[in-house]
């Protein structure tokens, strides 16, 4: 129950950067364009990820998914951390 609150503020928490970040890096006239690339792609890799972690689990158990994704996933944010960090030297 702890780990579900966690991952839900996470999730809360992450929504509110995820749309903070881009209405400040998109410009105004592509702002709609932004978003809706990003939901797109966001909501179009759950079905992927879905499938892969079925095949996961089907081949290499149940655990398989989460000791792929998490690696995976923390991967993304320090890769995303660095990034963001060196765009930040860059704007005004």
Known sequence: MVLIAVGSLSFGVWNVVAVSLRQRISPSHLLGRANATYYSVAI?????????GGIAAAHWGLRAPFLIGVPALLAGAVVAAVRLKSSSHHRP
Request: aromatic share 0%.
């Open 44 to 52: 179009g890799a759950a079905p992927i990820g879905a499938i892969l």
